[in-house]
């Protein structure tokens, strides 16, 4: 196949010569969110993919529940007072946002070129192989996305890449949703940032930037909102949260790219009004780029940045201001007075002004008020998805009729300043213990001394194999733990069932030959939850459930208050496992820094404040693993990288609090005690001065989906501790064959002294099959003894 040429494209973009709104542009409603929490209230569809994935169901039936998510979804916003023509956002994914616009723009790697129909479109098999791979290719590479806790898939672009109209699922999902009585507002990720996001292709020249297609790729964004606008759509909404970030492309290029982008899109004969939102945080020097072009409303994310100067607004003449007042990203309650008069200071620049979230609530849970395990107390604080939508909808009351609203603003400043003088908010003895803390605190020998003692003490192979830390959980433990939570099992039945459970673990990993072990984790939810659980300062919902990445959810726990552990909450467990074992066993500790990112955390205090209460707490936790006997002490930061800022000016003060949090809980264990962390799905590169500055002995990290790119950031930083760069990708079924880890392995020991390297997978296998597991491990192990043989 061959690229069409960018001459021919532009050949084309020029007879989009003027501007073309809409004959008349419909108004913008008054009151909308950003987009919806897509996986179901129950989960129906993680259900309803995952019986697709397991051939129980057909693809039709899998639209069929994919439809009724949609539609119920729809009509409850309508109920919540999301009522005008766009006002519900149609932000529906069978798996990934990222995904679906690669999917409906042709952006197809080579190596899955026949995924494609004989009518040249993607169907929902195809489209699942992207995410998921095959045995013979792995899926596509995961990221992060922003500052959050959910996971895109990088598209993969190159000169070759051909882009076409592959798909039309938005189109369709419109007119259903129009056929019964809503009026969506339709969805896809922006040109600009679908391509700031990309990555080059295995096949495109070193110095290739994805941003270099964008003349490609327009047409097709045409083609869709000129379909959008025959099917009757009055808004269609492009997603750029990329232009809030500092990004390595020069300002210039992006501010150039947005002004191609929304100019040729603007001028479409006929289509939709634009709507571009541009959530998590501050467009900064972008705001007068975009509004110079003939878009029709824009998203300021006013929650999470400030107010623009009234010059910078004025530049929106003309255009509707769509108001990001409601944090879409956290649960806590909206101070409804201080959103009033940031909405008064927007209105007096003489703008059209509507209301909206900052960024999509597809970040909370559905509803408070199902909670009712929760106490009435904290359950007034919060605001889930459904209150966030109330709370868009009673602020742009003030648009209309202010006097109405003003009941509830003084009921949320009440409810606001309760929670501030509620008892384990603030605790004396925690603030007593934070204030006494000193640097010797903060630091630990030097590692070259740590890693003679424990060398000495762990006698480890070349090339030492491990695991992350969980094992899967399979239904049989997941049924005990519900019935212990019934009270079907006594707490003592169920901690046999546990240790059983770990017998079998540390047999497996016995006869598989792995090198330092685990315990499995049978007993843990979650690596956070379970903490909270056993963490005062913490509650737990029931039906609180996020979406991370495609089918897999998370409930996030709510830290509220000062943070104080009562009692050891691992060492039992890893004591038993370790007396299964004369081999090395790890004690397994959640990070401060992951806990905090992992939860939905206070807003009323900096967040390193919160790290540190936390950190004491695990460093009395580390304290007493050693007393029980255990020399390896993984504390896992897989979301270091997430919470690092968007923008460059406030990245060191956070690395200096997220740092110190974690050297504050490890820097209390003695020499011979080895310090493992490990982080996943980031740019390392991005944080790799931190990563060394963690003072860990040994660092594993995610690997196998880049096909070992880290290696070159560890070689160009002269990272000198040990690592393991996971030759293993677990968040996929395939099973790595031996030769391929093989692979991956030598090209680690071409860049990182063998001495150093650690042999393991990408993340904990908690999500996979038996099956599966067993014979990775094995091929893993078996890889690392050949490597092994190779060295000696």
Known sequence: MTASTSTSTLTSTSTLTSTSAPSTTPVFPAASILGYPRIGRRRELKKAVESFWAGTIDAPALEKAAQDLRLSTAKRLQGLGLTGNGAVPGTFSYYDQVLDAAAHIGAIPARFGALLDAQGQLDISGYFTLARGTAEQQPLEMTKWFDTNYHYLVPEIGPETVFSLTSTRIVEEFSHALANGVHTRPYLVGPVTFLLLSKASDEAPNDFSPLSRLADILPVYADLLARLAAAGADWVQFDEPALVVDQV????????????????LAAVPSRPALFVSTPYGALEGLLPTLAATGI????????????????????????????????????????????????????????????????????????????????????????????????????????????????????????????????????????????????????????????????????LPTLPTTTIGSFPQTGEIRAARARANKGELTQQQYQGLMKDEIRRVVQLQEELGLDVLVHGEPERNDMVQYFAENLEGFDVTVHGWVQSYGSRCTRPSILWGDVVRSQPITVEWARFAQSLTGKPMKGMLTGPVTILAWSFVRDDQPLGETANQVALALRDEIADLESAGIRIIQV????????????????????DWSVNSFRLATSGAGNGTQIHTHLCYSEFGVVIDAIDSLDADVTSIEAARSRMEVVHDLENHGFGRGVGPGVYDIHSPRVPGRAEVAQLLETAVQHVPARQLWVNPDCGLKTRGYAETEESLRNLVDAAREVRAQLA
């Open 249 to 264: 492309t020069p300002l210039p290029e992006v501010q150039a790219a947005v002004a191609e982008a929304y100019e040729y």
């Open 296 to 459: 029709d409303a824009l998203h300021l994310d006013v929650f999470k940045g400030e107010v623009p100067a009234a010059a910078d607004l004025a530049a929106l003449s003309g255009k509707t201001l769509v108001a990001g007042l409601v944090d879409g990203h956290n649960i806590w309650r909206n101070d409804l007075a201080s959103s009033a008069a940031k909405l008064d200071e927007l209105r007096k620049s003489g703008l059209t002004v509507t209301v909206s979230t900052s960024t999509s609530t597809q970040h909370v849970p559905h509803d408070v008020q199902e909670e009712t395990q929760l106490s009435a107390e904290l359950r007034s604080w919060l605001a889930f998805a459904d209150q966030k939508t109330a709370e868009v909808v009673t602020l742009s009351g003030l648009l209309t009729d202010s006097p109405s609203v003003q009941p509830a603003i003084d009921e949320a400043s009440a409810v606001i300043a309760a929670r501030a003088a509620a008892v384990g908010v603030h605790r004396t003895e925690v603030q007593a213990r934070l204030s006494a803390l000193t640097s010797a605190d903060f630091s630990r020998d030097a590692y070259a001394t740590r890693a003679a003692v424990q060398e000495t003490q762990l006698a």
């Open 636 to 655: 896992d930061e897989p979301a270091l990288r997430e919470l690092l800022p968007l923008r460059k000016a406030d990245q060191a003060r956070y690395l």
